[in-house]
């Protein structure tokens, strides 16, 4: 009886524990539905989804950016916790591919640590998008932003790169993740590099070497020396655990 609940204790906990996400959630700027170009931004309300490293909750009030029928980011729970790590580890002269709705740049100016911001960016509209949708000139730190319209893929900076946030897919878990992170770092050479969807591609990577879960800090570290990329969290011996429950949250939400 008393080892029956124990059990059902640690069961518990461990659905409490799936609850929480593991890092601080991202501030959300206040936004208006809005339409330019192929662009929109519309508000949808009442929705439970899955979150990254969390279980099913509120994703409301929720606000989706499309272009056409491809949807590019929301701020859903999977969203949200998914970039969260990327702000925390945001500091000197950071850089963020792929602007998407503003959010991480929101959160990643507000930081002492952070002295200057550039964003890199394809589509013009989306930028003009973001100036109609949030009105981001009176964010705090805007004034460290420097916005350049150029392709992730080939853009070089004209001076030394301490952070480095790559979000240019539509879709986690992105076939390309690899090659296209691989492809930047070899242009930007930042000191510290995450990828947004990297804990998907780190258990990919464990399967095709062969190796049985749980994952481990030192599989990770293999993970970063292989790719070339100096990945964020590679000292952190929680993290390969939460990349194996962004897998499993990321597999049942597609």
Not at 177 to 191: A, E, K, M, T
Request: contains cysteine; proline residues 6%.
């Amino acid at each position: 009886m008393e080892e029956k609940l124990r059990e059902l204790i640690a069961i518990a906990e461990e659905l409490q524990q799936l609850q929480i996400s593991p890092y601080p959630l991202l501030k959300i700027p206040e936004y208006q539905e809005r339409r330019h170009g192929q662009w929109v931004l519309e508000r949808q309300d009442g929705i439970l989804m899955r979150g990254y490293f969390t279980f099913l909750q509120s994703a409301s009030p929720n606000y989706v950016l499309r272009k056409g029928e491809t949807v590019w980011m929301s701020l859903t729970p999977m969203e949200l916790e998914s970039q969260a790590h990327h702000a925390i580890a945001a500091c000197g002269h950071t850089v963020i591919m792929g602007l998407g709705m503003g959010l991480l740049l929101y959160n990643v100016i507000q930081k002492d640590s952070v002295r200057q911001v550039t964003v890199v960016e394809r589509d013009p509209e989306i930028v003009e998008l973001l100036y109609q949708i949030a009105n981001p000139k009176s964010w705090t730190g805007w004034d460290k932003v420097k916005i350049v319209i150029a392709d992730a893929l080939n853009w070089k900076p004209d001076e030394p790169v301490d952070f480095l946030s790559v979000d240019i897919w539509s879709k986690l878990g992105d076939m390309n993740l690899r090659s296209d992170g691989q492809r930047i770092q070899n242009h930007v050479q930042s000191q510290q590099v995450a990828l947004w969807g990297q804990e998907l591609d780190f258990i990919s990577f464990l399967s095709e070497e062969g190796y049985e879960p749980p994952p481990t800090l030192k599989q990770y570290q293999e993970y970063i020396k292989t790719i070339e990329i100096p990945l964020i969290e590679s000292q952190n011996p929680n993290y390969p655990g939460y990349c194996l429950q962004a897998t499993s949250q990321a597999m049942e939400y597609n």
